[in-house]
């Protein structure tokens, strides 16, 4: 009997302990989301350093607190410190592994650090943890359309074509409303040397969203590669009248304009872009073949050869590589008289 009084005894201190150890994390979990409440006031105030602060000391008390680290990872990728966004948000997968926004947040961060990154292999390597973060967060949100889409983005420019394909596919039957996807769906086919498939998804894009001239150049470069001209010529007017300011919109119309033997329409093209920018070798190069060939064309306008060689000492100085433009300077340029004796 005194036996079993003192094993009772002690399965009552027993429990006593492991409720007071409940108690006390009770506690702790109630302190922490405290200062994780008040950091999330605090940031939203903009009192970035406090708010980080109180944040800290939410995963002090409480270092399985994944919110915690989540928001810390939201505060410095908004400062644009994103290699301390990537700590937090990598410690905030770690603590909650099936909690999809830091997931994503962390596969952005990647992809940014990879457009900052300046070696190609630390480029690659920024590409290919952002496609793995990415993998992990469609696990956890399988219908998500931007992650499907960074991922395409993501394989992309690891110039792995096929999955970027299926992922941006698969993103075009998540949102089919989507301009961006099937913008992105022209690019991944022009790399693969799918013209035609191009062409479609550039004007299945276009259908959702006329506004858009970088598609334009896009699409206008690809039907140059076909030698297409008259539409070449109509998307690159386009892409001009949508942003007028865009020296590459003129420039491409320049050169076709003069494929088609529209003299006068492609140095007024050319003209233009380099008033909108005047480093533009290309356009520079541009404006001395349309003058040398209406010289060729007249031998007896003298200035038009001069222009032309002006234009391209220009084009020269600003890109020196040009290899055939510098025989064509020297082809044409007058050697000046032997004094008389």
């Not at 905030?92 to 300046?118: I, M, R, W």
């Amino acid at each position: 009997m005194h036996i079993r009084r003192i094993a009772i005894w002690a399965m009552a201190l027993g429990l006593a302990t492991s409720f007071g150890c409940r108690q006390a994390r009770r506690m702790q979990d109630k302190i922490a989301i405290n200062h994780y409440v008040r950091g999330q006031l605090l940031a939203d105030r903009g009192e970035l350093d406090a708010a980080l602060a109180e944040l800290a000391k939410a995963v002090r008390v409480n270092e399985d607190l994944s919110v915690a680290y989540s928001a810390m990872g939201d505060i410095h990728r908004n400062r644009n410190d994103y290699p301390m966004a990537r700590v937090s948000y990598e410690k905030a997968c770690d603590t909650n592994p099936y909690s999809f926004k830091p997931h994503y947040n962390l596969g952005v961060v990647y992809q940014t650090l990879a457009a900052a990154a300046t070696t190609v292999e630390d480029i690659q390597d920024y590409f290919r943890q952002a496609a793995n973060v990415y993998l992990r967060a469609m696990v956890i949100s399988p219908e998500d359309f931007d992650t499907h889409l960074n991922l395409s983005a993501c394989y992309y420019s690891m110039g792995k074509y096929d999955l970027a394909e299926k992922y941006c596919k698969a993103a075009i039957v998540l949102k089919p409303q989507s301009p961006e996807a099937y913008s992105n769906l022209g690019i991944i086919y022009d790399n693969q040397g799918q013209a035609y498939q191009a062409i479609k998804a550039y004007r299945d894009s276009l259908e959702l969203d006329v506004h858009q001239p970088k598609l334009l150049m896009n699409l206008g470069v690809t039907y140059i590669r076909q030698g297409r001209l008259k539409p070449a010529l109509q998307a690159f007017r386009m892409a001009a009248n949508e942003d007028p300011n865009c020296p590459e919109a003129w420039e491409q119309l320049g050169t076709c304009h003069y494929h088609v033997k529209d003299y006068d329409k492609a140095l007024d093209a050319y003209n233009n872009a380099v008033q909108r920018d005047p480093a533009n070798a290309a356009a520079h190069r541009g404006l001395g073949v349309v003058y040398m060939t209406q010289y060729v064309l007249n031998r007896e306008k003298a200035e038009l050869r001069n222009k032309a060689l002006a234009a391209w000492h220009t084009s020269l100085e600003l890109n020196p590589s040009q290899k055939d433009i510098v025989e064509l300077v020297r082809k044409y340029t007058v050697k000046p008289a032997e004094p008389s004796l």
